[in-house]
Structures are given as structure tokens and as C-alpha cells.
């Protein structure tokens, strides 16, 4: 077979290096990819946008492509599934219109208000004036998010009162996050711990994957703004069996069957953001696609050859599919540019690449990277996912770091406290 996967980043560098690794692939075309994937066996970049469907349509004719995978959340959105399956192409993903569940936190919310499943209290505004009277009855800590999608930084969690009214200036006055902040969610804010859920399903069959957890705030101890996720590790043991449970039988399969429900027929993976407190989890967000850098630690503990399940997702008999997990541990710490999520400059030469590699149970993904007069540069906000796997998750934490320490550029930054939560 030929795989054709869209994206960039860690989690498509982490899905060739797994995908590749299949004894019923050939070659696996990554578009446009990054320097760290044409390393992979059976790789190739092709240099095309993610967001350019008529191209990668194009690309996937040509090339005669068995499978599309997509990684990013923008192009399901935009409808890239249905574009290949008018054209006769299996693809792996949701339709625009099942996309949704991520596309629109007023969508999402609004289906887990309807069918009952575990979510925050919320309210919706689209003008300036009520969401600030709103504000003004509610003390305390309070969540606000633009209602569209914002690269995994449109939710900002307020302690007060003054943080409120400058993120509700900066959704809908200064337009931080373009349309996405035209309508406003205002919710309370969760206490817990927060964890990562994510599952193949067909629209009829539910598959979960191990539990993971990611670190989402810039700085230690969760303090800074939200970035797309500054580590991972997997298992996750505040996912306790019970939890687990509850996580299927309350969010997942309820939310697969509402959207069917709702004519949204929903395949790919199913990601649920969860928040978990006194053995109840409550529905953070949605996402329709893997996430990143969950799935650096996900797959790398994945016994099972992935091809299997991505098929049997496209062809609706995920019923036949089950999926083994290593015994180990495993954590992904990013490495990131200085100033991220802010601005930040590009084009540092990154030192250390060859010697984290040569590390037992260590796998460097690449994501935000290029390669310049024959050097590997930054090229984005969260650069690398140094990932390694252990017997225990103490273990896990001292061999990505070990790594960590092997690789720098000027600026690099990243996390001391990456699968910490854990250890407790």
C-alpha cells in the first residue's frame, strides 16, 4: 500500500515513523513533512501545504494513493474528507460537517449540553457588551474561548476578574484569533486533573487507545499561557479502570452516537480533553484528530501494526480490530523556540541530534524544523519531541531528559516537569 499523510509536525512525523513500520506498506508520502521524517524508511516529503486540498487531491491521484491520513484539525475542517471521498479516495477522518465537534467550541458545547454529556456550565456571546455584564456576575476563577480554531491557544483560563476582561478584549475586541473569537464561550473553570483521551471509532464501533496526559501551559507547574502542548507521557494513571469506564460509557460512545443523532456520522480518532475529580471526568474540549504531542508517547508504546486499525476505520468494521500496548512507559518533553507561544525567531542551528539518536528506547520527532546549507534549523514554536520509554514512569522521565540534555540550540526551552503528576 501507499500512504499519503497531511501535516508537518511531531504527530505526523510520529505517525510515518509507525505507519512505515508496516508490513502492508510500500511508501508513505508526507506533505509537506519535515527533516526528520525522509529519514524514516519508506518516507518521502512532497512540498505541499496542508491547507492546499486541490493539490494534495491532485498529489494523491497522481501518486495513486491507497490511504490518506490526516493530521491536522484545519484541513478536516475545511472539508478534506469529503473532497477525497467524492473522488473515490479512502481517507481517514471526519466530514467537514462532523468536524465541527472542533471547529466550533459553540457547536461541541452545545451537543454535550443536548445529550447529556459531562461538560462544564457554559454561556455563549457574540457581543462584547452582554459577554461583559455576564462577567461581572461570576467571581473567582473563569474560562473563556474563541469559539473557533486557534491552534490550541484560544482558551484562556481567567483567575479574576481583570484576566476576564482582558481575554474577552482579546477574543472579540482586538481580534486575536481572527473569526475564530466571533462568538465567545464563557465557562466555569474545572478543578482536577486534567487527561487525554483518544479513540478510533467508525461511527459505530469505539477503540480507545492507552490514556495520556499532556502539559499544556508554557512554564513549570502549569503557570503561562497555553501553548499546543509542551510534553506527554502515556499510560496516564490518573485514568484509573473506573475512569476509564466512565470516560466510555458517559463521553466517548455518547458523543459518537449523538453525532449520529445529529446526521454527522463521525469517523477518525476521537479525542476528548477530560478534567478529573473524585472519580467523575468532565469534557474539556473535542478534538477530531491525534494529538500532539500525545501522540509521540502513544504510538511509541503501540504494539500493534497501526495499519490494521486506520483501515478497518475507513472500511466501518473496526469491530474486528483490537490493539496491544508495551508494558513500558513512555514520555515525549518538547523542545521549543525562546519566546514561544509568543514570537519567536527561527533558523537556529540545532546541536545534539545524532547523539539523543544513538540513545536506547529514545526516538527525537521532529515538528517545527528545516534544513539549511545541511544543517537541521528551527523553523516553529515547538521544534522537537524527545521521546523515550522505560520499565516505570520514573525511568521513562530520566531517559527523555538525559536526551533532552544532549540537544540544544540558542533559546531552546522546554519543561522540567513533564510526567511529574505521575510520580503522585
Known amino acids: 500500500m501507499k500512504v499519503l499523510i497531511v501535516g508537518s509536525g511531531g504527530r505526523e512525523h510520529t505517525l510515518a515513523w509507525k505507519i512505515a513500520q508496516s508490513d502492508l506498506v510500500d511508501q508513505v508520502i508526507v506533505t509537506p513533512g519535515n527533516p526528520g ?3 524514516e524508511p519508506k518516507c518521502k516529503n512532497v512540498p505541499i501545504s496542508s491547507d492546499d486540498i486541490p493539490a494534495l487531491l491532485e498529489l494523491a491521484k497522481k501518486e495513486k494513493v491507497d490511504l490518506t491520513v490526516v493530521g491536522p484539525e484545519a484541513p478536516l475542517v475545511d472539508g478534506i474528507s469529503d473532497i477525497f471521498v467524492n473522488a473515490g479516495l479512502k481517507i481517514f477522518g471526519p466530514s467537514g460537517k462532523a468536524a465541527m465537534l472542533e471547529g466550533s467550541k ?16 457554559f454561556r455563549v456571546f457574540d457581543d462584547y457588551d452582554s459577554a461583559l455584564n455576564h462577567l461581572q456576575t461570576i467571581s473567582g476563577p473563569i474560562v473563556l474561548k474563541a469559539d473557533g480554531l486557534a491552534a490550541g491557544k484560544g482558551v484562556l483560563v481567567c483567575q479574576n476578574q481583570t484576566e476576564a476582561h482582558q481575554a474577552l478584549n482579546l477574543i472579540i475586541k482586538d481580534r486575536a484569533f481572527g473569526e475564530a473569537g466571533a462568538k465567545v464561550v464563557i465557562e466555569e473553570c474545572l478543578e482536577g486533573e486534567e487527561a487525554s483521551f483518544i479513540a478510533f471509532t467508525d461511527g459505530t464501533t469505539v477503540l480507545p487507545l492507552a490514556g495520556s496526559q499532556d502539559h499544556k501551559a508554557i512554564f513549570d507547574g502549569d503557570k503561562g499561557p497555553n501553548t499546543g502542548g509542551m510534553g506527554a507521557y502515556s499510560p496516564a494513571p490518573v485514568v484509573t479502570p473506573e ?13 459518537v452516537r449523538a453525532m449520529e443523532l445529529e446526521g454527522c456520522h463521525y469517523t477518525g480518532f476521537l479525542y476528548a480533553g477530560v478534567m478529573i475529580k473524585n472519580g467523575v471526568a468532565k469534557t474539556l474540549e473535542f478534538n477530531v484528530r491525534l494529538g500532539d504531542p500525545e501522540t509521540q508517547p502513544l504510538l511509541y508504546r503501540m504494539k500493534s501494526d497501526i495499519m490494521p486499525a486506520l483501515i478497518a476505520v475507513v472500511e466501518n468494521r473496526l469491530r474486528d480490530v483490537a490493539l496491544e500496548w508495551l508494558d513500558e512507559d513512555a514520555v515525549c518533553v518538547v523542545l521549543a ?22 540513545m536506547e528506547d529514545v526516538k527525537v520527532f521532529h515538528a517545527g524544523t528545516a534544513q539549511k546549507d545541511g544543517e537541521i534549523v528551527t523553523a516553529g514554536g515547538r521544534v522537537l519531541g524527545v521521546t523515550a520509554k522505560a520499565a516505570g514512569i520514573e525511568n521513562a522521565i530520566s531517559k527523555a531528559y538525559a536526551a533532552v540534555s544532549r540537544i540544544s540550540w540558542e533559546g531552546a526551552q522546554y519543561r522540567s516537569d513533564i510526567g511529574k503528576k505521575a510520580l503522585k
Open 337 to 358: 523556540s525562546k519566546g514561544y507561544p509568543g514570537s519567536y525567531e527561527k533558523g537556529k542551528t540545532i546541536h545534539g541530534l545524532q547523539d539523543a539518536a544513538q
Open 243 to 255: 475512569i476509564h469506564d466512565f470516560i466510555m460509557n458517559r463521553i466517548m460512545i455518547p458523543t
Open 106 to 121: 459553540v457547536f461541541s458545547k452545545d451537543l454535550m449540553n443536548k445529550y447529556d454529556i459531562p461538560t462544564a456550565d
Open 37 to 39: 521524517i525522509v529519514l
